[in-house]
């Protein structure tokens, strides 16, 4: 009778790198190279009981979505799009929209999404020339939004 073979263990699963992602907004998809500040905060309250209680009880308070920056290599076709969305905030009439942030794996699969909701531009920044540096264009576009939700 033959020995059976034991089992071989599983590989371990591979973290996903945080280097590949890319951002969808009304069909159109922009790959950035930063991406930063997308969190969610939730405060507290301290609260002391009367009576004489000794302890401070902590009740969970609001939630804060600080904004999020994306920074991109300049490209005409995506920039014409981003610039006419901060235009429309720069008139007092944001247009709000539901973008995404999508986490690749190292073969540009989706493995991750976060799905932002009623979002507009609050802030832009023009590239840094230098006419002797040897660096690609990148502009950056801070958004604010209401609510956030992750996808897997």
């Known amino acids: 009778m033959a020995t059976p073979t034991p089992p071989t263990p599983a590989a371990p699963p591979e973290p996903i790198?945080?280097?590949n992602f890319k951002l969808e907004v009304d069909g159109y998809t922009g790959y950035f190279h930063r991406c930063h500040g997308l969190k969610i905060e939730i405060g507290h309250i301290d609260w002391r009981e009367g009576g004489g209680g000794k302890h401070v009880r902590r009740l969970a308070g609001p939630v804060e979505l600080p904004e999020v920056t994306l920074c991109?290599?300049?490209i005409v076709n995506l920039q014409a799009a981003l610039w006419a969305w901060v235009e429309s905030a720069m008139a007092g009439a944001p247009v709000r929209k539901n973008p995404s942030i999508l986490m690749l794996d190292h073969q540009g699969t989706e493995?991750?999404?976060y799905n932002l909701f009623d979002a507009f531009p609050v802030g832009w920044a023009a590239p840094d020339w230098d006419a002797l540096g040897k660096t690609v264009a990148v502009e950056s576009l801070t958004l604010v939004f209401e609510r956030i939700e992750r996808s897997v």
Do not use: E, I, N, S
Request: aromatic letters at 22%.
């Open 72 to 74: 991109y290599g300049l």
């Open 111 to 113: 493995v991750m999404r």
């Open 17 to 19: 790198r945080g280097y």
